[in-house]
């Protein structure tokens, strides 16, 4: 069974930065296909970055140049650091996996999602 924690949603400013961190546990988890999500309300959930298992990264044009993903293999861990902020950044950040050959940013394609960590951003 799959688990996804995320914690290090925060209110910052406008230009600032935060790490959101994503606790994964079950058997092989760091092996799927891993990305974080975001969504406002009234809006569909976007695929903001994924990695894959073998460390390849890609991102969305709204992110690309001042997000950045990465994992802690070792310690089961998914990051999303993000630098210079911007207000159209505010949304709840969500982690996701699936076991897939081929890494998408469709949230349609993950099973696996955690409760969600709040970022706001003011300007």
């Known amino acids: 069974q799959i688990q996804l924690v995320e914690s290090g949603g925060d209110s910052v400013q406008a230009g600032g930065s935060l790490r959101l961190s994503c606790a994964a546990s079950?058997?092989?988890?760091?092996?799927?296909?891993m990305g974080w999500f975001r969504q406002v309300p009234g809006k569909e959930r976007e695929g903001i970055g994924v990695?894959?298992?073998?460390?390849?990264?890609s991102y969305s044009d709204s992110v690309k140049g001042r997000f950045t993903i990465s994992k802690d293999a070792a310690y089961g861990i998914l990051y999303l650091q993000m630098n210079n902020l911007k207000p159209e950044d505010a949304a709840m950040y969500y982690c996701a996996a699936e076991w897939r050959r081929h890494c998408t940013s469709d949230y349609r394609d993950y099973g696996h999602w955690g409760q969600g960590t709040q970022v706001t951003v003011s300007s």
């Open positions: 079950g058997y092989n988890v760091m092996a799927y296909c």
């Open positions: 990695i894959a298992s073998d460390d390849r990264t």
